[in-house]
C-alpha cells in the first residue's frame, strides 16, 4: 500500500508541486488587485449577456427631458412646478413619491406652495447628498422633509472605471447619523403597504429578513472586488436592464393630464432628470458595448433598478448577487489549478515530448468552457464567482507543466542522447515520422568492433568490476565515435555496432569510419594506462568496417521500437570484425572503394566468410590521411626458439563453439604476444595438417613429467605467418594473469639468452 501510494505521488508529481505553487502565485496577485478590473469586466459582460429582464411596473419614472426645460425657459425648474406636479400624483395615490431633486434652497416662484405639498405628503421622500466635504460636495435636504424624517440618500458609489455596481441601503452622515438611502426608503414605503417591514437577524449582525430574502451587507472582498470601500449598507446592483428600461413619462406629460388618471396608483413615482443638460448621468455595466459608444444612464435609473431590486427580492424572491467567501474562492482556484496541471501532464508521454494532440487541445477548451459557462450560469442564478483568477490559474499550471514536460525533454534528449547521436534523438522527438515503424533501404558504412578475450577475462572478475571496466571502455569509446558524428546503434556487452550514413547520409560516411576506426585504436592507450591503475589487464580490440545497402528504421512493435538495421552487409561486417586479431582494424573491397584516397593498407586477405559463398578480400588498415592524419604504431613480432618445448593441448572454435575434437601440440617459439606451434599426433610424429590461417582456438599448457597437469584456459588466433610443415603461429587474444606473466618471464628469458 505504501508503495503504491508513493508510486503515485512519484507519477504525479508534477501535479502536486505545480497545482498548489499556481494557484497561491494566482492568489497572491489576486489579493494585490491586479485582476480586479479584468474581474469587473467579465461581470459587465456576463449582465449583458443576460436574458432581458421583464420590466417591473412597480416602479415608474418622471422624467424632466430638455423639452420640459423648454417649455418652463429655465435651466432651474422652479418649485410651483414640482408643487403642482406633486399635486397631481398625490391624486393618483402612489405608495411612494421620490423626489430625486435637489431643494435645499427655493427656487421662486412657488416655493410656498412647494412646502405646503411636502408637509402634507407623507409618502414623499426628499433626497441629500451625504458623501463628501459639508461645504463643497454635501447638500443638505429640503428642512420640511427633513423635520419629518422624510429625506433619504441619493448617493451613488462609483468604481475606479467610474461604473456604478453597488448600491446603498444605508450611509452615516458626518454626525454619526444612519439615514437610509433614497432607494431603500422608497423600497420600503411599498413594501409597508403589503405589511412587511425588514427585521434583523438573531446572531447575526447587519443581516435584516426582507420578506422572502434576507439582506447581507457586501464586504470589501465579494466578488471581483479587492479591499473595495464597503463602508455603510452596500449591496451589489442587479440590474434589470440598460437606460430606459423603466416606464418614463415626461414632466409635461403628468401637468397636461396626458397619461391615465390611475397611471401612478400603487406604483412607486421617481422624479428626476433624464435630460443631457442636468449631467445626472452614469456609467453602469450595460455602458460598454463591442459595436457602440458607451451610453450612461440617468441617475434617477439608477435609483429605480435598486427599487425595484428590493421589492423584488422581497415580494417575489428575484435573486440578489451574492458571492463566496474568500477561503471558498481560493479552493476554486485551487481546483481549476489542478484541472490545468492534470489536463497537461495526464499527456505527457502521448503523442510525443513537444506535440499536442487534438484531443488535449479539446480538453483546455472544453475546461475553459466549462469554467466560463458555469460561472455565467452562476450569475445567471445569483452567484457572482470569480473567473479571470480560476481561468489564468488553469492556464498558469498547463504552462508551468509545460515547461517542466519541456525541461524533462531536454533531460530526456541528454539522457536519450547517451544511447544514440544527436541526430537520431532528434529525428525521433521532433520529425512527425520520426517514431514510425519501417524503415528504408539505404547504402551505409557499417563498423562492429569487439573486445579480444573479454569474454574469458570477464568470467575470472566479479560483475561489478566487469562492469566498471565496462563503462571505462565503452566511454572513451563513445567520445571517439561521436566526434566523427557516428550514431551508436547497440552496445553488446563489449561489442559497439556503429553507423555511418544513418539517419543522415554524407559523402564521406567510409571515409569518417575508418578515421574513427584508427581512432578508437589509438583510445585504446589511455584506456588501457586506466586499467593500469586499476590493476586490471590491459584491453584488446579488433574492429571490422563494411559498406552496402541495409534497411535502415524503426524496428519493432507500437509498444517497444528500437532504431537499427537489418541486411545481409550487417552479417559480413561481423564476419570481418572476427578476422581481426588485437589492435587491428578490417575492412572490406566495397568500403576501401569509397573511402577515397589516404587510407594506409598494411595488407590483404582473401578469406571465406562463414554464410558468404564467394571468397572476400579485406584489408589490414594502418592510418588515414588529411584531414585526420590518423595512424596506427604497430610492433613487429619476434618469435624465439624455446630451450625446452611446451607441451599444449587445443581445439578449434568456430564462433563462441568449441570443438570436440583436441589435438595435441608444442610451443617450439615464442614472441611477446604469440607462440609458433607445432602439431603432433599420437606418435609424436608432425602432422601434415596446419590449422587455417584466422581460427580462433583455445588451448591450455601441459605440465608435469610426463605432462599430464592443464593449466587454464588461453585463447588465441591463428596467424598467416609462412610456416614449415606442421607448425603454425598464434597470437594470445585472452590468458589468465599468471599465465601471462610465466610466458612474458620466459619470453624475456629467451630475449637475455639465458
Not at 422652479?78 to 402612489?94: C, S
Request: hydrophobic content about 40%; some cysteine; proline content about 6%.
Amino acid at each position: 500500500m505504501a508503495n503504491s501510494l508513493k508510486q503515485i505521488l512519484w507519477e504525479w508529481r508534477g501535479v502536486w508541486v505545480t497545482t498548489p505553487a499556481v494557484a497561491g502565485l494566482v492568489i497572491l496577485l489576486r489579493l494585490v488587485g491586479i485582476f480586479q478590473s479584468w474581474e469587473l469586466s467579465v461581470y459587465d459582460q456576463y449582465l449583458r449577456l443576460r436574458p432581458p429582464q421583464p420590466r417591473d411596473n412597480r416602479v415608474a419614472i418622471v422624467g424632466i427631458d430638455e423639452a420640459d426645460i423648454k417649455e418652463n425657459k429655465s435651466a432651474i425648474v422652479p418649485d410651483g412646478v414640482y408643487a403642482r406636479l406633486i399635486e397631481k400624483l398625490k391624486a393618483q395615490q402612489p405608495r411612494a413619491i421620490g423626489l430625486d431633486i435637489y431643494r435645499d434652497l427655493p427656487i421662486p416662484p412657488g416655493h410656498d406652495e412647494l412646502v405646503k405639498v411636502f408637509a402634507s405628503t407623507p409618502n414623499l421622500v426628499g433626497i441629500e447628498k451625504v458623501v463628501g466635504d459639508s461645504r463643497r460636495e454635501a447638500v443638505a435636504p429640503p428642512p420640511v422633509l427633513k423635520d419629518k424624517g422624510q429625506v433619504g440618500a441619493n448617493d451613488v458609489i462609483f468604481d475606479a472605471d467610474t461604473k456604478v455596481r453597488r448600491g446603498l441601503l444605508q450611509i452615516q452622515n458626518s454626525n454619526r447619523e444612519t439615514i437610509q438611502s433614497l432607494s431603500f426608503y422608497l423600497a420600503l414605503l411599498y413594501l409597508d403597504a403589503d405589511g412587511i417591514s425588514f427585521e434583523e437577524v438573531p446572531g447575526k449582525k447587519n443581516t435584516w429578513k426582507l420578506g422572502k430574502t434576507i439582506l447581507t451587507p457586501m464586504k470589501g472582498n465579494d466578488g471581483g472586488y479587492i479591499r473595495t470601500d464597503a463602508k455603510g449598507y452596500q449591496i451589489l446592483l442587479n440590474y434589470r436592464g440598460g437606460r430606459e428600461h423603466f416606464e418614463t413619462v415626461s414632466l409635461s406629460d403628468i401637468l397636461k393630464d396626458k397619461v391615465p388618471k390611475d397611471w401612478a396608483r400603487d406604483r412607486v413615482i421617481l422624479i428626476g432628470a433624464v435630460g443631457e443638460t442636468s449631467q445626472d448621468f452614469f456609467f453602469t455595466p450595460y455602458s460598454s458595448s463591442l459595436f457602440a459608444l458607451p451610453e450612461r444612464m440617468a441617475g434617477v435609473e439608477v435609483h429605480a433598478n435598486i427599487v425595484s431590486q428590493i421589492i423584488s427580492a422581497a415580494i417575489d424572491n428575484r435573486t440578489l448577487i451574492k458571492s463566496w467567501s474568500e477561503p471558498v474562492e481560493s479552493l476554486w482556484i485551487l481546483l481549476w489549478s489542478t484541472v490545468g496541471a492534470l489536463l497537461s501532464w495526464q499527456g505527457r508521454y502521448k503523442k510525443g515530448i513537444r506535440k499536442f494532440s487534438l484531443n488535449r487541445i479539446f480538453g483546455f477548451i472544453l475546461a475553459g468552457g466549462c469554467l466560463v459557462g458555469g460561472t455565467y450560469g452562476a450569475l445567471l442564478i445569483g452567484w457572482w464567482i470569480p473567473v479571470i483568477p480560476p481561468l489564468l490559474a488553469m492556464s498558469g499550471a498547463a504552462i508551468a507543466i509545460t515547461a517542466y514536460i519541456a525541461r524533462n525533454a531536454d533531460k530526456v534528449r541528454e539522457t536519450f542522447g547517451r544511447y544514440l547521436t544527436d541526430e537520431v534523438v532528434a529525428n525521433l522527438l521532433e520529425n512527425p515520422d520520426g517514431a514510425k515503424l519501417g524503415g528504408e533501404r539505404r547504402k551505409i558504412t557499417i563498423l562492429t568492433s569487439d573486445l579480444r578475450g573479454f569474454t574469458a577475462t570477464s568470467e575470472r572478475l566479479p560483475p561489478e568490476e566487469v562492469v566498471k571496466i565496462l563503462n571505462l571502455y565503452l566511454g572513451y569509446m563513445a567520445d571517439v565515435i561521436t566526434a566523427h558524428q557516428g550514431t551508436i546503434d547497440e552496445f553488446m556487452g563489449d561489442g559497439i555496432l556503429v553507423l555511418f550514413g544513418a539517419p543522415t547520409a554524407r559523402e564521406d560516411d567510409a571515409r569518417r569510419a575508418i578515421a574513427c576506426a584508427v581512432a578508437m585504436q589509438l583510445a585504446m592507450t589511455p584506456v588501457n594506462e586506466e586499467m593500469n591503475k586499476l590493476g586490471l589487464p590491459p584491453l584488446k580490440m579488433g574492429i571490422g568496417i563494411n559498406t552496402g545497402e541495409v534497411v535502415v528504421g524503426n524496428i519493432g512493435s507500437a509498444k517497444r521500437t528500437k532504431y537499427g538495421i537489418v541486411g545481409s552487409q550487417v552479417n559480413l561486417t561481423y564476419r570481418i570484425e572476427s578476422f581481426t586479431t588485437e589492435g587491428q582494424i578490417l575492412i572490406s573491397q566495397s568500403t576501401l572503394n569509397d573511402a577515397g584516397e589516404g587510407v594506409q593498407i598494411d595488407g590483404e586477405k582473401h578469406v571465406q566468410a562463414k554464410g558468404i559463398k564467394e571468397p572476400i578480400t579485406i584489408y589490414d588498415i594502418g592510418g588515414i590521411g588529411a584531414p585526420y592524419n590518423l595512424f596506427l604504431t604497430k610492433e613487429e613480432q619476434v618469435f624465439l626458439p624455446l630451450r625446452e618445448e611446451i607441451a599444449i593441448q587445443y581445439a578449434v572454435m568456430e564462433g563462441k563453439n568449441i570443438s570436440d575434437i583436441i589435438n595435441q601440440g608444442s610451443f617450439v617459439e615464442l614472441s611477446g604476444k604469440g607462440a609458433k606451434v607445432r602439431l603432433r599426433s599420437g606418435d609424436e610424429v608432425p602432422s601434415p595438417n596446419p590449422v587455417p590461417p584466422l581460427t580462433n582456438i583455445r588451448l591450455q599448457l601441459l605440465t608435469g613429467n610426463p605432462p599430464s597437469q592443464v593449466s587454464d584456459d588461453i585463447y588465441a588466433k591463428v596467424l598467416e605467418n609462412p610456416t614449415d610443415n606442421g607448425t603454425f603461429y598464434i597470437q594470445f587474444t585472452a590468458m589468465p594473469p599468471d599465465l601471462e606473466m610465466m610466458l612474458t618471464k620466459l619470453y624475456q628469458s629467451c630475449k637475455s639468452g639465458n
